[in-house]
């Protein structure tokens, strides 16, 4: 009988390939096993097993597979089963689905190793120079690719290898490089064959004239009279001030032996405490509904002003999922609130909380992987951003997905295209867990979802310690430009409220949604804006690195001293960035430290974590800030809050621009005045009177919701349809045109969906691709499923049209 494996590849590849399988394999192998399988012509990729069986493909032949690379599953079937669902709901690729669920670790990918060849001595004296070169080279070890590149000084050395390679000069091999390494700490310790003996006189006695190895032999006895407990290296290094040389003489002579553990590296390590944070009544009685309405509900909206203590609720609901054995999945929109709800769970659980986001190495994500596949006591609560929902939960009991209403939550590029609020529910039914959607300001269709009892909700509609909510203020840009009240980006009156607010000893925050020194730098003369060479979109004006940059494809050029256009040197920048607002600031208060929170600032590892630990200590007394600053953040000493200019959220050209700029204006109200004091919001504006603007200074979320409900329903937009967008991508823009159109036309004949385009978007070329875009709306009454295989039944014919097959489409299910 003849084995074989259906296995998932690592490529925008749509369905499971099938290889051939020996029977000892076949009694070894089940679904979730990596395995090394050539494809293509050579190279071998790191596969997953999703099904065994003895049917053999009709179209080709398989190949065996290279390896099984361990011992035991690292992807559970639940995994694959949510794997599935994402594919067939967001018409993703199995494939780009699987790249992006796996630690980088676990997707070993094979490498070309050049070799040599024994050759002749004429064929050897008739290579030119640099094959020559190369061969010289193979003579000492084999290269890779990249060793001959740089032995040559060329980019390109492909073609001089396939010329070698068909001489018979050299020969080609695949190389599986293993990408994790574990952590090893060494430690030392008194040579037990020195303590047996009780010869710890006569070592004294040898090292009268070593001082320096007398100090760290010391070093070894510190809290530690018997010499035998084993002591980390790097710690009784520093403590002792000497230097590793020292050590490794010790070892030498035989007074200290040394081993190896290996260890998980520490991402967060906060102490456990044991003070008391009793809930508020509120807090009882919100905690009780949700336990309640969990009974009847698998998902419950949990609605809690800014301030209320929704993290305290949070934390109690965990306490008693984990008492139970189970694991909880605590999802927050922006790595910056990693280090702040850290700090609050550890302080409480101790070293049964763990974090998984993108800033943390491959080999620490690794690590987590492995504590969560096993179900280590270190892994029980996971603290992540949207990728956690890839981990391998094996018994998982609650998701909560704190500020459920962000756009961080959908991933827009690359695929999968998916949204994690609407998958982590999908997960939790797949695990039987609960969800807790928390949020001051829930989105419309969650908010839609409990009105059409789909979720269970609770409110808690008091701030802790019954703090007052914020008083919001808003000052009319348009007449104190008329009344030359405005210095930079400043009215008088928000001047005023930050002079008082230093005064009283508090902090400021400063919001304003646009990175960068300034938006476009223009020609006085003539008008003329420098613009991306690969992008339609003017660039940015950067101070720091005193560049103009494009925030699409990261091209940049030095700040021109004179116009590209009519030469003449009369620039002048438009428009306020963070960076801009940062250097006002200064300039107002040249006392203050101010500091600034946006994506240039916060690149690295750690960045977020020091900018909040320095503002929390109020080391940074103004911190300036993109929207990252209104995400969740608690900061006690805040009074004031300051918002620069709120038109540039209202006037954004999307159906959600008034929902979302209630959420964030609300959101970074809430920053202001959390503990005793009650904070003030100042927001400047051309519109004060703008029924949004109203409805923030009233808190009247109920009146927001309905009217966005009313023009929703009107207008044929979610909750009461579903968007699929298709975008086309080419270099060529007729082509673009051509192909976009002809996907549109079929979609309209078939009669499933109104089909809205195509047309450009509002940055038409990306990277020197032009794209076009087209809009499907499904109607509550039309089978999601069958104009779903509609679109792909259309995208296969596009793909075998031979003037299209250069262009790039690209799907996106539900894209806002």
């Known amino acids: 009988m003849h084995y074989f494996a259906d296995v998932l590849l690592p490529l925008a590849l749509g369905k499971p390939f099938t290889y051939a399988i020996t029977s000892e394999d076949y009694a070894v192998l089940k679904p979730g096993f990596r395995v090394a399988v050539s494809f293509g012509k050579s190279k071998v990729y790191t596969a997953v097993v999703v099904n065994l069986h003895t049917v053999p493909p009709e179209r080709y032949i398989p190949k065996y597979i290279e390896l099984i690379l361990e011992e035991s599953p690292s992807v559970t079937p639940k995994q694959l089963e949510f794997w599935n669902w994402l594919s067939q709901y967001y018409q993703s690729k199995l494939g780009d689905i699987m790249r992006a669920a ?26 030119e120079d640099d094959a020559f070169l190369v061969y010289e080279a193979l003579e000492v070890k084999a290269l890779s ?48 064959s020195i303590v047996e003996s009780g010869g710890l006189e006569g070592v004294f006695e040898s090292l009268k004239n070593a001082p320096k190895q007398m100090q760290l032999l010391m070093g070894i006895f510190d809290q530690n009279p018997k010499g035998n407990q084993w002591k980390d290296t790097k710690s009784l290094l520093d403590k002792n001030a000497v230097g590793s040389s020292v050590l490794s003489v010790l070892i030498s ?28 009544e509120a807090q009882k009685r919100a905690l009780k509904a949700i336990t309640q309405s969990f009974e009847k509900k698998s998902v419950v909206l949990f609605q809690g002003v800014t301030g209320s203590g929704k993290t305290e609720v949070y934390i109690e609901l965990i306490a008693e999922v984990i008492n139970r054995g189970q694991q909880v999945l605590y999802l927050l929109p922006e790595i910056s609130l990693t280090p702040q709800m850290v700090m609050r769970l550890q302080e409480r659980f101790g070293s049964e909380v763990t974090v998984y986001h993108s800033k943390f190495s491959i080999h620490e994500r690794t690590e987590v992987w492995n504590n969560i596949l096993e179900n280590k006591a270190k892994a029980k609560i996971i603290v992540g951003t949207r990728s956690a929902l890839f981990l391998p939960f094996s018994d998982l009991g609650l998701l909560i997905l704190d500020e459920e209403h962000e756009l961080s939550y959908k991933q827009f590029d690359p695929s999968p295209r998916y949204h994690a609020r609407d998958s982590a529910i999908v997960l939790a039914q797949i695990h039987h867990a609960k969800v807790l959607l928390g949020s001051a300001t829930p989105s419309v269709e969650s908010s839609f979802n409990h009105m059409s009892d789909k979720y269970g909700w609770v409110e ?113 920048t438009k428009g306020l960035g963070t960076q801009q607002i940062q250097e006002q600031v200064a300039a107002l208060f040249p006392e203050v430290k101010v500091a600034r929170m946006d994506w240039d600032t916060t690149r690295g590892k750690w960045a977020f974590d020091k900018l909040i630990h320095s503002f929390a200590h109020q080391e940074v007394k103004i911190l300036v800030g993109t929207q990252m600053v209104v995400k969740g953040l608690d900061f006690q000493n805040v009074h004031l809050v300051g918002v620069l200019n709120a038109d540039h959220l209202l006037n954004f050209p999307d159906f959600r621009a008034h929902e979302r700029t209630y959420q964030m204006l609300s959101q970074v109200a809430g920053r202001a005045g959390r503990k005793e004091l009650r904070g003030k919001v100042l927001i400047q504006t051309y519109q004060p009177h703008h029924p949004i603007i109203q409805q923030v200074i009233e808190g009247n979320y109920r009146q927001m919701l309905e009217q966005q409900l009313k023009d929703r329903k009107e207008y044929d937009y979610p909750p009461y349809t579903r968007l699929i967008r298709i975008v086309v991508h080419h270099s060529d823009m007729e082509t673009v045109k051509k192909a976009s159109q002809w996907i549109a036309n079929v979609l309209i004949q078939s009669q499933y ?11 038409a070329r990306v990277r020197n691709r032009y794209r076009m875009q087209i809009l499907v709306k499904i109607n509550g009454e039309q089978s999601k499923n069958r104009v779903k295989k509609v679109i792909h039944k259309t995208l296969e014919r596009f793909e075998s049209i031979s003037s299209f097959r250069s262009c790039k489409v690209n799907l996106d299910v539900d894209p806002y």
């Open 145 to 192: 690719i990249k060793e001959i590149t740089e032995i040559l000084g060329k980019k390109n050395v492909l073609g001089l290898l396939h010329d070698l390679f068909s001489k018979e000069v050299i020969d080609l091999h695949q190389k599986l490089n293993e990408k994790y390494k574990p952590k090893q700490v060494r430690y030392v310790r008194l040579s037990s």
């Open 253 to 280: 002579k035989g007074v200290l032996e040394e081993q190896s553990v290996q260890e998980d590296r520490l991402l967060y390590h906060f102490k456990k405490s044991d003070l008391d944070r009793s809930l508020s």
């Open 102 to 127: 796996l630690p980088t670790t676990l997707l070993l990918e094979s490498e070309t190793i050049v070799v040599k060849k024994d050759i002749s001595s004429d064929l050897r004296n008739a290579l």
């Open 753 to 763: 969906g109104q089909v809205l385009g195509p047309v450009f978007p509002s940055v």
């Open 460 to 572: 808690l509609g008091e701030r802790y310690g019954a703090v007052e909510l914020p008083e919001i203020i808003t000052v009319d840009l348009k007449s104190a430009y008329k009344q030359k009240k405005v210095k930079g980006g400043f009215t008088d009156t928000l001047i005023r409220e930050m002079e008082q607010t230093l005064d009283m000893g508090k902090q400021i925050i400063l919001f304003q949604n646009q990175r960068g020194y300034a938006p476009v730098m223009e020609c006085l003369d003539c008008g003329h804006m420098p613009h991306c060479h690969q992008c339609d979109v003017s660039l940015t004006y950067h101070q720091y690195t005193d560049q103009l940059k494009c925030h699409y494809c990261g091209y940049h050029i030095a700040v021109p001293q004179k116009c590209h256009a009519c030469g003449l040197p009369h620039l002048s």
